[in-house]
């Protein structure tokens, strides 16, 4: 059983605010220091200065990144940069995007959600997490008490009983409709119907809810609503989410590939005949004459009744096959990389993948390829992008997936709505 609730969000005041492209901003985890400058340079009320605020060196335990956001949103609330809705909402939030010359359209509802401990079972996760990034998110929620940016969660919704009752929205001329740099197109209606709101409640209620993105972002809201809950304050226990139906023809999931570098135990023809006794190997030539698209459709055909992966080497290119296990098994291709492959054969612990200190992962295949035809990386794993019925059936036996296993793209901006806690 999950609970979702209307709140009184935080927008961006349009008569302060002429162009929200320059005021939102990418996830905080996929911002580097250099694009993190430029969304600083962007506006100086862009997002990242609460959700992603600037390190210096002189900082202190009394003046730090966490410090200075909690002081520069009670400053914009003052200067009603950001203005807070007059009643409690739930918006209707429609996202359109193109990937590889397709055009689509991803529809959710933002809402806030009852944060629950996994055990409960109306949350569900997917991947694995990691304690310092937990730990900053922690402190910046305990500083400014506000969620600048929504987790991306996912319900089973076969019959589209949320669609079919809030898409008479788009027949209204939105409350926010405007272009971002990356030429995705956002449009917001606000529903305010106090019926309407129950109805849509009532019908979320069966619902499991699938952490698609944000899970530190989740786990630091339930510790913090438990703090809170101890020290006896209550009101605190939900969080912003963004949630899109796990059937919208609009959800799209893209594979993380995996390269490998720097792993001086590796010796390429030892590892190539450990690969040949327990999986099959097509070679497809050099890479540098690889037709990429051509390998990727075949690879996706093979994917579909058996693990595979394609590996670039500086000398060959092979597809790799296992049929020694169904389809129907809980792993998938991804895990069965990282324990058959990363683990075993080349001997990384879990330990250095989590760190990244062997690996990069990249969306695209072109690159991946590159980056061993230059001569910047040992190995390159091409993968298929996870199926997301057997994604949600691994989440649901309690099995984390490796990091960086799911890509749901595009991701979620921040900066479009925040939810204040207090």
Request: hydrophobic share 35%; glycine share 4%.
């Amino acid at each position: 059983m999950s609970i979702i609730y209307p709140f009184t969000g935080l927008r961006y005041n349009p008569q302060k605010i002429d162009s929200l492209s320059k005021v939102i901003a990418p996830p905080y985890d996929v911002i580097g220091s250099e694009e993190q400058e430029q969304l600083y340079q962007a506006s100086s009320y862009n997002i990242i200065r609460l959700e992603y605020s600037k390190e210096t060196s002189e900082d202190t335990w009394e003046n730090n990144r966490y410090t200075r956001a909690a002081s520069d949103l009670h400053r914009w609330l003052e200067e009603r940069i950001l203005i807070q809705e007059d009643q409690p909402v739930f918006y209707w939030y429609e996202q359109q995007f193109s990937w590889e010359e397709n055009n689509y359209c991803r529809d959710g509802l933002i809402a806030t959600l009852k944060t629950e401990p996994y055990e409960s079972n109306s949350v569900i996760p997917h991947e694995e997490t990691l304690s310092k990034p937990k730990e900053d998110r922690l402190q910046l929620l305990r500083h400014g008490k506000t969620n600048f940016s929504p987790i991306f969660g996912l319900y089973p919704d076969r019959e589209n009983k949320i669609e079919n009752r809030c898409s008479f929205m788009k027949n209204y001329k939105p409350e926010i409709d405007f272009y971002d740099s990356n030429h995705q197109r956002h449009r917001l209606w606000l529903i305010k119907d106090p019926s309407l709101q129950k109805e849509i409640q009532s019908i979320f209620e069966p619902f499991t809810v699938f952490i698609a993105d944000g899970h530190h972002r989740y786990e630091t809201a339930l510790k913090f609503s438990q703090e809170m809950a101890a020290s006896g304050k209550t009101g605190y226990d939900h969080v912003l989410a963004v949630l899109v139906n796990l059937y919208s023809p609009g959800l799209l999931i893209l594979p993380t590939h995996r390269v490998l570098y720097h792993v001086p135990q590796l010796d390429m023809p030892d590892f190539i005949g450990s690969l040949k006794n327990e999986f099959e190997l097509e070679e497809w030539g050099n890479p540098q004459e690889l037709y990429l698209n051509k390998f990727l459709e075949y690879l996706q055909q093979k994917g579909q009744d058996c693990f595979a992966f394609g590996m670039a080497t500086p000398e060959n290119v092979y597809l790799c096959k296992q049929y020694n296990n169904s389809r129907a098994s809980e792993k998938l291709d991804v895990t069965w990389l990282q324990e058959k492959v990363l683990e075993e054969k080349i001997g990384l612990t879990q330990d250095s993948i989590k760190s990244g200190q062997n690996l990069l992962y990249t969306r695209s295949a072109r690159e991946a390829l590159d980056l061993v035809v230059k001569g910047q990386a040992q190995v390159s794993f091409l993968l298929n992008p996870p199926g997301i019925n057997q994604t949600i059936q691994m989440a649901q036996t309690s099995d984390r997936l490796p990091q960086k296993s799911t890509y749901f793209f595009p991701k979620l901006i921040s900066g479009l709505v925040l939810n204040k806690l207090d």
